[in-house]
């Protein structure tokens, strides 16, 4: 195989390739325990801000949202925000973390925050810090009726540089897919 100026050798590429994945995740700043467990693949109901691949994005953080294992009719389903800090910033200890679900036809919030049903906080034990970067907030919801379900809301959080504090607020969606109970 002869090599041609300006086009890359296929064992270059492949490193190319590599090189350039392994920098993708060390950017995401994700680690294991930000992934979450017994998850199932995410889906938004818009594409992501800024196409950063994630439910919201900042120059200093990310915010994932994504349903926890099967929903089915009547039971309790959940979602969980997963927030990663980027760069020099990690997680506010001291920030009262707090989710604001919006109204959603045939879904009851099963918040304990103050503010109602609809309310997901530190102070009701749905925050729960994972790393010194990553945290999530566990919203629980009882579907009343099968098929899509939009869960949206707003999410006030807060990450830290060792100079100053970052406070933010994003609305985060996902869709959930909702199944008859088996008898």
Not at 23 to 37: I, M
Request: aromatic share 10%; net charge negative.
């Amino acid at each position: 195989m002869s090599y041609v100026p300006g086009h890359m050798m296929p064992g270059r590429f492949a490193v190319f390739v590599a090189v350039g994945f392994a920098l993708f995740l060390a950017a995401c700043g994700r680690d294991s325990q930000a992934a979450g467990r017994d998850r199932v693949e995410q889906t938004t109901l818009e594409p992501p801000r800024g196409g950063c691949g994630h439910a919201a994005c900042g120059d200093d953080f990310f915010v994932d949202m994504a349903p926890v294992g099967g929903c089915a009719v009547g039971d309790t389903c959940s979602v969980v925000l997963t927030l990663a800090a980027r760069g020099d910033y990690h997680i506010n200890d001291e920030y009262p973390y707090k989710f604001k679900a919006e109204d959603a036809p045939g879904v009851e919030f099963l918040g304990a925050g103050e503010g109602g049903k609809n309310v997901f906080s530190k102070s009701g034990m749905n925050w729960t810090k994972t790393g010194e970067k990553t945290g999530t907030m566990t919203v629980t919801f009882k579907p009343l009726a099968g098929g899509g379900k939009a869960i949206a809301g707003l999410f006030k959080f807060s990450v830290c540089s060792p100079q100053n504090c970052e406070l933010e607020q994003q609305t985060i969606k996902a869709a959930v897919s909702v199944h008859e109970r088996s008898q």
